[in-house]
């Protein structure tokens, strides 16, 4: 009787040992081997060389192992334009939609609006908004085109180890989030580059 017992609770004891660990790596690895991703809390306006200019958003890889495959989106929203009631939201194109790499650490660049080219949707807007959004000269004017305005990042990506994907949003950037200068890793900071000499006189 006991030989029987042991004959039929054996295989029963190790599908349910199966069943429970595979359970326990599916709850585990989303959760613990997952990618991971940080924004700028600002937008930077970065000044060329004369009355040009270009915007952009940074984004890191803070998790431990390497991003891949990672697609980017950038969101452009209007809200009450021309008295309407609700948002338009419209996806643009930038410099950086698809990326096969990022590893810890590293820091990612997304250039949302450059005064020196044509905006590009990919879903494009209504003639009368399109017309409107491709006369501005800055993303400030965009951003102030109706009641409100705001800009979002998209940003998903595979974790290299486990294969999850994982999407990931940025904070709702308006137009007082934007400052002039340059990024040192996702901090807004003085640009040098393009600083116009400071000529001071002695009296002698």
């Given at each position: 009787m006991e030989d029987l017992a042991a004959y039929l609770f054996s295989p029963f004891s190790s599908f349910l040992l199966?069943?429970?660990s595979s359970l326990f790596v599916w709850w585990l690895i989303p959760r613990c081997w997952k990618p991971e991703v940080t924004f700028s809390e600002e937008l930077v306006e970065y000044v060329l060389d004369g009355d040009e200019s270009?915007?952009?958003c940074a984004f890191e890889n803070t998790g431990s192992r390497d991003i891949i495959d990672l697609e980017?989106?950038?969101r452009i929203g209007i809200k009450g334009y021309r008295g309407a009631t609700g948002w338009a939201h419209?996806?643009?194109?930038?410099?950086?939609s698809?990326?096969?790499l990022l590893s810890p650490g590293k820091q990612r660049r997304v250039k949302i609006f450059d005064t020196r080219d044509p905006i590009e949707f990919i879903d494009k807007p209504?003639?009368?908004i399109r017309e409107a959004i491709e006369s501005c000269h800055s993303l400030r004017d965009v951003l102030e085109l109706g009641d409100d305005g705001e800009v979002r990042i998209h940003v998903f990506g595979f974790d290299?180890?486990?294969g999850v994907r994982k999407h990931f949003q940025s904070k709702k950037y308006c137009d007082w989030e934007i400052r002039k200068g340059t990024f040192r890793g996702?901090?807004?900071v003085k640009n040098n580059r393009f600083a116009k000499p400071n000529y001071s006189t002695t009296e002698g």
């Open positions: 199966g069943a429970v270009f915007f952009q980017i989106q950038v419209h996806l643009v194109k930038s410099n950086a698809k990326v096969p209504s003639k009368t290299s180890f486990s996702l901090n807004v």
